[in-house]
């Protein structure tokens, strides 16, 4: 799996923002495809489900929908290019992929349960946690 991921590079500029679009497509395909190697590397069955780790890849793909320039959008594939060949190439180990991946997001979800706190606790939270 790491051999087919190696020969895939991103050309260094898209012609369009609709060509820009397409490769981002094509990246998602390609990172759900590596999830089940991905499970099988981390041993992550008892962490998360495929189905969890596929809507993670998509909300990381979601947080830059805003961008419209197609050299922006070339670089954030490369980053995300290089994330997951070092993720299937097993250059993290299995804390740091629960840790940034699947706790992180569990984390995120945990703030908007202090809803309820008074405003002296929320900025004493934002103040002492880096």
Do not use: W
């Amino acid at each position: 799996m790491a051999f087919t991921l190696r020969s895939v590079k991103v050309p260094p500029n898209s012609a369009s923002l609709e060509e820009a679009r397409g490769r981002v497509f094509d990246f998602f395909r390609q990172a759900c495809r590596s999830i089940p190697t991905i499970m099988d590397i981390y041993n992550l069955d008892d962490v998360a489900t495929k189905s969890q780790l596929r809507s993670i890849i998509a909300v990381e793909i979601r947080k830059n929908t805003h961008v419209t320039n197609p050299k922006v959008i070339d670089m954030l594939l490369f980053k995300g290019m290089e994330e997951l060949n070092n993720i299937v190439e097993h250059a993290k180990q299995r804390h740091h992929i629960i840790g940034q991946y699947v706790l992180g997001r569990c984390a995120q979800d945990l703030d908007t349960k202090d809803e309820g706190a008074s405003d002296f606790l929320k900025n004493f939270y934002k103040s002492n946690y880096f």
